[in-house]
């Protein structure tokens, strides 16, 4: 079965500083995609940024990019120039076919001032 | 376009009761997901609906239901409350269709069972 890792419960970093968010996949597909969403306060998860596993190119989103390793089954998120919005709790998200998602436990991540 | 709306944003019920949660889908998507948000315990999938018919469901007990409806509105049913069932119901819904088309979340109901 398909499980998705995510092993920092919590990550704090300072305001402009950089910052990466572990995320672990165990699949035997070779097609499937890769999401990272965000969690603030408001309780609304918002996509962050998505990866085609077809593709080597690693996504970027502005402030927000990932590190795609298909072989290791990882998919890490770093943020730069981190900013008190950022703070949130963040979803990785593994989706194969259509519509089965799978989704970690989440990491909170605080933003010091 | 209006985002994916839930309704209610909070309810409190008591054991033994049911309890009935709404979601409408941003207008053109026909995938409608459930998932239920616990402390520690991230997303866990509920129930996938495309047009009408439910096509996944995930490892929860008979007791929640779902369905949808033909403008892709869908609720979902909770039946005999127990007091594990306080959560965070999240709705979602997507365009299927595009490959790498995203869920798109409502701002979910809390449930709190007493």
């Known amino acids: 079965a398909q499980t998705v890792t995510q092993s920092q419960p919590e990550m704090s970093v300072q305001e402009a500083e950089t910052v990466t968010l572990s995320c672990t996949y165990d699949t035997s597909e070779s097609d499937y995609y890769l999401f990272w969403y965000k969690q603030p306060p408001s309780r609304q998860m918002i996509l962050v940024i998505r990866?085609?596993?077809?593709?080597?190119q690693n996504a970027t989103e502005n402030r927000f990019s990932v590190n795609f390793q298909k072989a290791a089954k990882s998919f890490s998120l770093k943020i730069s120039d981190s900013q008190l919005g950022d703070a949130a709790m963040y979803f990785c998200?593994?989706?194969?076919?259509?519509?089965?998602?799978?989704f970690g436990t989440g990491t909170r991540l605080k933003v010091l001032a | 376009k209006a985002g994916v709306t839930q309704t209610p944003r909070y309810l409190i019920k008591t054991r033994g009761q049911q309890v009935t949660l709404s979601c409408s889908p941003i207008?053109?998507?026909?995938?409608v997901s459930w998932y239920q948000q616990t402390p520690g315990q991230g997303l866990q999938f509920l129930f996938e609906?495309?047009?009408?018919?439910?096509?996944n469901k995930g490892n929860f007990p008979g007791r929640f239901s779902g369905r949808q409806f033909s403008n892709s509105r869908s609720e979902m049913n909770v039946s005999t409350l127990e007091l594990g069932d306080s959560a965070l119901y999240l709705c979602?819904?997507?365009?299927?269709?595009?490959?790498?088309?995203?869920?798109?979340f409502g701002n979910g109901t809390r449930l709190t069972v007493t």
């Open positions: 998200a593994y989706r194969e076919g259509t519509y089965k998602y799978i």
């Open positions: 609906y495309f047009s009408e018919t439910q096509r």
């Open positions: 979602a819904s997507s365009f299927v269709g595009e490959g790498n088309s995203p869920l798109h």
């Open positions: 207008s053109g998507h026909r995938s």
């Open positions: 990866q085609e596993a077809y593709k080597q």
